[in-house]
């Protein structure tokens, strides 16, 4: 009895702990806004992981912020709406002094939308993902790693520093990051591929056929492209320092290889299509066949 007496009471230190934490105004802060029509979310954070995700069919979007070695009044929050735009800012104050900080896990803002938006954000620090949403999709990080699965649309990812995935895309792809590797899945018309030192894997799904020019590029490291049987393309392939494969039945233009120089490689793949660029200063070039 005595033992049961002690779990119950231990039970209800516990809920109440928790009650009393998902009620900290210190350090939590939440909000939704309702919506009629295809919403736009402006959104730019600072020190904070993010997480973007779909909630379907819904009419709102819904904010939640939970503040980790902080408080709310370290930040400077702005947030507002006009019909269906929608704005949130939240960046630390600034510091006076020296400030130590001994927190492993970072502020984390989690952000529910229609699955169809508009959506600028951008955060300076802190990874990023971004899940099952459709439209004009523009993300950009200063510092974080940005993981983007199952979208589509008009999609613009760019990180300073940090590792680029993303998988079960569609549409058209502009994504670019400074100081490490990028890794893309997903049928596409159009990509602009960009890494400064990093490798680059690329996954072209079947059904891909490009419409309009595209490249993809990589200052220091590697190139490889994976591709239908029956892609079609106008390539052009130079890569400064490394080798050029091409696995796929191709109709040669023009091949140079001249040493020190690197290496050249104009031609067709199942007749033509569209350009694609692939060039790389430091790196090999490899396309393979799914």
Not at 1 to 13: C, E, N, Q, S, Y
Not at 146 to 174: F, N
Not at 204 to 227: A, F, N
Request: some cysteine; hydrophobic content about 30%; proline content about 3%.
């Amino acid at each position: 009895m005595k033992a049961k007496t002690t779990l119950a009471v231990a039970g209800l230190a516990l809920l109440l702990s928790l009650t009393a934490r998902a009620q900290d105004s210190d350090h939590t802060w939440s909000k939704n806004y309702p919506v009629t029509g295809k919403p736009t979310l402006i959104f730019e954070t600072s020190d904070a992981s993010v997480d973007f995700r779909s909630c379907a069919d819904c009419h709102e979007i819904r904010i939640h912020v939970e503040v980790v070695g902080h408080t709310l009044s370290d930040y400077r929050l702005e947030e507002g709406q006009t019909g269906d735009e929608v704005h949130f800012f939240f960046k630390e104050r600034p510091r006076v002094g020296v400030y130590i900080g001994w927190h492993r896990e970072q502020t984390r803002v989690t952000v529910e939308t229609p699955a169809q938006l508009t959506l600028q954000a951008g955060t300076s620090d802190g990874h990023v993902t971004l899940t099952g949403l459709q439209g004009e999709l523009a993300l950009t990080t200063g510092d974080g790693d940005l993981t983007v699965d199952h979208v589509s649309g008009d999609l613009r990812i760019k990180s300073g520093d940090g590792h680029v995935s993303i998988t079960d895309a569609e549409g058209s792809l502009d994504a670019r990051t400074s100081d490490a590797s990028l890794t893309v899945d997903g049928l596409f018309h159009t990509l602009a591929l960009r890494t400064s030192d990093g490798r680059v894997d690329v996954n072209l799904r079947q059904g891909t056929k490009l419409t309009e020019p595209s490249t993809i590029q990589s200052s220091d490291g590697s190139v490889t492209l994976h591709v239908p049987q029956n892609f079609a393309a106008d390539l052009s392939i130079h890569s400064s320092d490394g080798h050029v494969d091409c696995a796929l039945p191709l109709t040669m233009d023009h091949y140079e290889s001249s040493g020190g120089e690197g290496h050249e490689l104009h031609g067709k793949l199942n007749g033509g299509g569209a350009p694609l660029t692939i060039h790389t200063s430091d790196g090999n070039v490899r396309i393979e066949s799914l």
